[in-house]
């Protein structure tokens, strides 16, 4: 019998809690990302970093308010969910996570999307799996 193969979904669920949005950081937007995300929202470079985004020596990034992504709010969640940074979309998977088993308990206790149920073996063998199907695996 051939084995399925794996589903984000036995191990990730996003609830749009919007915990990963916040905190006085953010993450670093490549190109492909400025792209994506300047075309989910319609607007020019220049209205992108006029209003969200903030540039410092030529690193882009997303402006933080009250304490969290400009994207950000507790009604709606990310407002630029379909056009957001790889990074964003990657997290909570993040590979670093299969080589400490208190990485992995840390972030799931603070992310309600990761499967309560599995152990780090458990998560880990899935997870990878994973990774194996899709080298850039997004959330």
Known sequence: ?????????DIFTCTRCGYCCQGET???LDQEDQARMMAELGLSREEM????WRVTEGVVQMRIVDH??????AESGCAVHEGRPWRCGQWPLHPSILADEDNFRTIRESCPGINQE???EQFCG????????DKRLLC
């Open 68 to 73: 969290h992504c400009i994207f950000y709010t």
């Open 49 to 52: 970093e006029e209003q969200y």
């Open 118 to 120: 599995l152990s780090w």
């Open 26 to 28: 953010t993450v670093s």
């Open 126 to 133: 899935v997870f990878r799996l994973l990774l194996e199907q």
């Open 1 to 9: 019998m051939k084995k399925s193969p794996a589903q984000l979904s």
